[in-house]
Antibody
Framework: QVQLQQWGTGLLKPSETLSLTCGVS????????WTWIRQPPGKGLEWIGE???????SYNPSLYSRISISVDTSTNQFSLNLTSVTAADTAVYYC??????????????????WGQGLLVIVSS | QSALTQPASVSGSPGQSITLSCTGG?????????VSWYQHRPGKAPKLIIY???KRPSGVSDRFSGSKSGKTASLTISGLQAEDEADYYC??????????FGTGTEVTVL
């Protein structure tokens, strides 16, 4: 497991762009899928999308048109941009990761490292 | 894709066993043995407790067990303890490199 530390703007106005970054430490930056997950107040977890160290991405179809996830291998960080936010995007945002299993030559399907979570509020 | 369906709440007395369900469809739970479960306490990051339907990570109590039948995965907590009070989420691979979480179940120890 790696350690994930996330930061970003916690208060946004409608139509602005949400930008969050997650820093990775305590392990290899390669060999993982770096993921963003959120939890709106009083609701369940929602998978937003993920990226690997090569920049390959996968996004939640419901957010696809507004999401961009990027990776910076020089600083061991990955970032989430979500455009045109509304109150519905108010949530605790988590960064997380899925690891590569060398023995099985396969990326694990579970999230074994998580950031501390960051509350993002969208309000006018 | 729609969230997997979990009961909103399940309760039990200390020492009892409870089972949480997680129902999806043929595009996720029913088609892949890639269901994981997470324990989520308020203000904390979710914690992985089951992966690939029925496997436990190192350090997770053997009171937690998972299973799957068709489109429904289940998490059983045996010997319920006060410390098990939390929200529990299932998650399944949804095909096309996507993942989908469940709606979550609040576990209360009476």
């Amino acid at each position: 497991q790696v350690q994930l530390q996330q930061w970003g703007t916690g208060l946004l106005k409608p139509s602005e762009t949400l930008s969050l970054t997650c820093g990775v430490s305590g392990g290899s930056f390669s060999g993982h899928y770096w993921t963003w997950i959120r939890q709106p107040p009083g609701k369940g977890l929602e998978w937003i999308g993920e990226i690997n160290q090569s920049g390959g991405t996968s996004y939640n179809p419901s957010l696809y048109s507004r999401i961009s996830i990027s990776v910076d291998t020089s600083t061991n960080q990955f970032s989430l941009n979500l455009t045109s936010v509304t109150a519905a995007d108010t949530a605790v945002y988590y960064c997380a990761s899925r690891s590569y299993d060398v023995l099985r030559n396969y990326y694990n399907s579970w999230f074994d490292s998580w950031g501390q979570g960051l509350l993002v509020i969208v309000s006018s | 894709q729609s969230a997997l369906t979990q009961p909103a709440s399940v309760s039990g007395s200390p020492g009892q066993s409870i089972t949480l369900s997680c129902t999806g469809g043929s595009s996720n739970v029913g088609n892949y043995n890639l269901v994981s479960w997470y324990q989520h306490r308020p203000g904390k990051a979710p914690k992985l407790i089951i992966y690939e339907v029925n496997k436990r990570p190192s350090g997770v109590s053997d009171r937690f067990s998972g299973s799957k039948s068709g489109k429904t995965a289940s998490l059983t907590i045996s010997g319920l303890q006060a410390e098990d009070e939390a929200d529990y989420y299932c998650c399944s691979y949804g095909g096309s490199s996507t993942y989908v979480f469940g709606t979550g179940t609040e576990v209360t120890v009476l």
